[in-house]
């Protein structure tokens, strides 16, 4: 009876150390925190291998964060959600990773991946797939658009071509600049008349961003010294003491010193002129064309 006993015992013991090493922690130091995230307006979804990518066709722009495991066998996935947006690529901790919608990666750190959507503008003809390649503007019109401006005998056109951005220029003739401003609210009719007008010169933008060590020379000086230097107010968000600002073909982050009580009728530039900039950071590309406006 003691030997059967004993026997029990045993089994339980071995039964109870199994289920304790299954529900046994994963090491901290073992979990990679991935984040799935866009630029741009467009859907993201992740999935664990062997899994199916869901979309949350719902919502127009989309995020994803997991805590796995080192070795993690991920699927990532991009899709679009708007006809003016475009998927283009993905980024991997700021360096270009893939074009592919799809992608299967294997995550062994914290890993940022972005899915950058580009502004689309109805084109469909042919397209450059190097800069090499673009000779007429009809070679780029259907890339990620960052903005034009138009004169009378000139135009200059900012577009992404392989993770980077650049601007065309191009000499109109007076018919093609009048075709180009009656068509103004119609891309169809506006891609038509630009199409074959040849490029003279191609600028890299992207070239142009500038350094964190460049940035942070304004850090300490008071948001009003941006704004009287040209540049202007486009986002705030007071709960966090964050704004954001334009200034030539760049948008940024920055963080102010001090509190603002936001009201519905408060100037928000008015508010954060005297308040002393503790950080800013390169967002991203707001025109290409921006520095050339009137």
Request: aromatic content about 10%; charged content about 25%.
């Amino acid at each position: 009876m003691k030997k059967l006993l004993l026997i029990g015992i045993i089994v339980m013991m071995a039964l109870f150390a199994g289920c304790a090493k299954k529900e046994e922690q994963v090491n901290p130091d073992d979990l990679c925190l991935v984040k799935v995230e866009t630029e741009g307006i467009g859907l993201v979804a992740a999935a664990m291998e062997g899994e199916t990518l869901e979309f949350d066709e719902s919502l127009t722009s989309s995020s994803s964060y997991l805590n796995v495991p080192k070795g993690t066998v991920l699927t990532i996935g991009a899709k679009d959600s708007v006809d003016d947006y475009r998927f283009t690529r993905w980024t991997k901790n700021g360096e270009n990773f893939s074009e592919d919608h799809e992608i299967t990666v294997t995550i062994d750190e914290a890993t940022d991946f972005i899915a950058v959507f580009g502004p689309y503008n109805g084109w469909d003809g042919p397209t450059a797939s190097t800069i090499d390649e673009a000779k007429t503007f009809g070679d780029i019109l259907a890339l990620p658009f960052y903005g034009y401006t138009l004169t009378d005998d000139a135009i200059v056109y900012a577009f992404e071509l392989n993770g980077t951005v650049y601007r065309a220029l191009g000499s109109l003739e007076p018919e093609t600049s009048d075709a180009l401003n009656e068509a103004f609210g119609d891309s169809q009719k506006f891609n038509e008349a630009l199409a074959p007008v040849e490029i003279n010169m191609i600028e890299n933008v992207t070239k142009a961003i500038p350094s964190q060590e460049e940035l942070d020379k304004n850090v300490g000086k008071s948001a009003g010294e941006l704004l009287d230097n040209g540049w202007f107010l486009n986002y705030s968000n007071f709960d966090e003491m964050e704004v954001g600002m334009e200034h030539g073909w760049f948008s940024y982050i920055l963080k102010l010193d001090g509190k603002v009580e936001y009201k519905e009728d408060t100037d928000a530039e008015a508010a954060i002129r005297d308040l002393k900039i503790l950080s800013i950071a390169y967002q991203g590309i707001g025109s290409g064309v921006s520095d050339l406006a009137e």
